[in-house]
């Protein structure tokens, strides 16, 4: 059974950091690549980074890049997003989502957690 468990979304003030974590079981390497999408209120899903198997292809949404980093940790079935200098325009429900390939589009994805909340203060 395939699931996806999204962790370490909470509330920070404007400039601060959050890490969230996803736990990945039940996959194959036909979905290896991993993605970060976000939704905020009254807004379509977004994409906002992806990697691949080993970590060393990744890509992110120009509004993140330079202040979120994505990682992962396979022996653990872990996938990361470091977010640092968060703004108040990245309050958002963050998604991890796991498909064939390095998507920018939600459906390039087929299994998704059901989010985490993050929320960003002035």
């Keep these: 059974q395939v699931q996806l468990l999204e962790s370490g979304g909470g509330s920070v003030q404007a400039g601060g950091s ?3 974590s996803c736990h990945c079981s039940g996959l194959t390497f036909s979905t290896s690549f991993r993605g970060w999408f976000r939704q905020a209120p009254g807004a ?9 198997w080993s970590g060393g292809f990744t890509w ?3 509004s993140v890049k330079g202040r979120f980093t994505i990682s992962r940790d396979n022996d653990k079935d872990m996938v990361y997003l470091e977010m640092n ?5 990245d309050t958002a429900v963050y998604y991890c ?3 064939p390939l390095a998507g920018i589009s939600s459906s390039d994805y087929v299994y998704w957690g059901h989010g ?4 960003v203060g002035h």
Aim: hydrophobic content about 35%.
């Design 44 to 52: 379509d899903r977004e994409f906002v980074a992806t990697i691949n």
């Design 116 to 119: 985490t909340q993050v929320t």
């Design 18 to 20: 959050l890490r969230l």
């Design 97 to 99: 989502a796991a498909g």
């Design 85 to 89: 200098s968060l703004e108040p325009e």
């Design 60 to 62: 992110y949404s120009d």
